[in-house]
């Protein structure tokens, strides 16, 4: 009998393998293929690879196509601005309700030492900012104390994080970053909601140009990449 442990574990492996494809875009939108492909390519069994792209599929990465295999989900910029627009309804409302609560939470103290270093060269880089950012997000939310709004934040970063990623490739935008956390966090400490709101709000319209412009280019680079390949 199969060790159904083994069976997941390969899953996971495919999974990962495939989305870092599509993140780094070895996969562009559009791109189709068949599960044979995938299994061959990643050593795996039709099994263990459809769980993997039926997961993909959940996620919005993927989809199948009636008798002709998976293809990457075109990338949709619409859905990317509703999610950013309904990011920063929930991230502002959250401002409010920490200006509001009664003592300063202990999150935001352990942020203003994170994002204040006492010197450049204390700054995190590449995919640690990254993830240092998303958190930075993440626990102002839950600051707030609102654990309905925290939860569907993280659904909304969960779904934005294909293109967030791509926002600390260059490194204006790090040295940004940590000048507008700061410059959040200031308001907060002060008091100030609606010029923390407002900062707030900039400060993700920033990112999210960023991102769209990256992420086109990138398209189109890897676009170009695959006609020569052919």
Not at 45 to 60: C, D, I, M, W
Not at 158 to 171: A, E, G, M, N, P
Request: include cysteine; aromatic fraction near 6%.
């Amino acid at each position: 009998m199969a060790n159904p442990r083994r069976k997941e574990s390969v899953a996971d492996r495919v999974y990962e393998a495939l989305k870092e494809d599509i993140f780094e875009f070895r996969l562009i939108p559009g791109d189709r293929f068949s599960e044979g492909d995938v299994g061959t390519r990643l050593n795996a069994s039709r099994t263990p690879v459809r769980e993997a792209l039926y997961r993909l599929q959940r996620e919005g990465h993927v989809e199948v196509l009636f008798r002709s295999g998976w293809q990457v989900k075109p990338f949709d910029f619409q859905q990317v601005e509703e999610l950013y627009d309904l990011r920063i309804t929930l991230e502002r409302a959250a401002v409010h309700k920490i200006c509001n609560l009664p003592e300063e939470p202990a999150a935001l103290r352990t942020l203003v030492a994170l994002w204040n270093p006492d010197h450049p060269s204390e700054r995190a880089v590449g995919s640690t900012v990254r993830m240092l950012d998303e958190s930075f997000h993440c626990d102002l939310m839950a600051a707030a104390g609102n654990r309905e709004m925290t939860r569907i934040h993280r659904e909304i970063t969960d779904r934005l994080r294909i293109v967030r990623r791509l926002d600390f490739s260059r490194d204006e935008r790090i040295d940004a970053t940590y000048l507008e956390h700061a410059a959040i966090l200031e308001a907060l400490r002060n008091g100030q909601a609606s010029e923390a709101a407002d900062r707030l709000t900039r400060h993700i319209r920033a990112s999210q140009k960023a991102v769209r412009e990256i992420t086109m280019e990138r398209i189109r680079e890897a676009a170009a990449a695959h006609r020569s390949e052919k």
